[in-house]
């Protein structure tokens, strides 16, 4: 199976204008997108800037440059308008270098982001790829490693961008995924990221870190689970 790139896009809006958004979102947004192509779209929500996460699954980014993906948007009268509603949008492409599950054993396939909650953390480094995959191995996993709730630690870097839209976020970014709110909140999901991100030799910046909830999902089972 071909390692699924993830692809985010992440937003502020008016909160008068949300229930219009994930309506739109789940009646025909996401199944357009699934249609076109994408293996999964979620959609999160977040308690402080940015609420609005969108995340996804998808074979690669020449999926951004074909008809269906293309014509989808041109179909959908709605698109332009929701666009214009959301503030300080950035669009993210990561490839996924790791995934290990909640017991620290690596994930031999790649498992599909199942998990109702999120931890984020995005940052900036001048240390080397292998400095930033020792960081993981060293400061990220060993904090998460049998904790009750964890599903996966994954670590990601925007390698490939989408054609239309460079990215402002940062280069590399940790996710972990949760079982469930209370878990995330009992074990400080926030802290756990942001003491990792100011542990050891990679004197990080520009660190941001998130803990988001998932409230729709739609997902290709057969290629998850083929």
Avoid: C
């Avoid at 400061?139 to 961008?161: M, N, T, Y």
């Amino acid at each position: 199976m071909t390692t699924p790139l993830v692809y985010m896009i992440r937003a502020d809006f008016a909160p008068e204008y949300m229930d219009e958004h994930h309506a739109w979102y789940a009646r025909r947004h996401a199944p357009d997108l699934v249609g076109a192509g994408f293996w999964s779209a979620r959609g999160f929500d977040a308690t402080t800037s940015p609420i609005l996460w969108n995340v996804y699954e998808i074979p690669d980014v020449a999926i951004f440059s074909s008809e269906a993906y293309n014509g989808a948007h041109r179909a959908d009268p709605f698109l332009e308008t929701a666009v214009k509603h959301l503030k300080g949008r950035t669009v993210s492409v990561y490839e996924q270098l790791r995934i290990v599950d909640g017991n620290g054993a690596e994930a031999a396939r790649y498992p599909t982001l199942r998990g109702p909650v999120l931890a984020s953390l995005r940052l900036e480094t001048a240390a080397a790829d292998a400095a930033v995959r020792a960081w993981f191995d060293a400061q990220v996993l060993p904090r998460h490693r049998g904790i009750a709730g964890v599903r996966s630690v994954r670590l990601w870097e925007q390698r490939e961008a989408h054609p239309k839209w460079p990215s402002t976020e940062p280069r590399w970014s940790v996710g972990v995924e949760w079982d469930a709110e209370g878990a995330a909140a009992a074990a400080d999901a926030r802290g756990l990221l942001r003491a990792a991100a100011q542990a050891g030799d990679l004197h990080a910046t520009l660190a941001k870190v998130d803990v988001v909830t998932k409230r729709y999902a739609l997902v290709r089972e057969d290629v998850f689970e083929a």
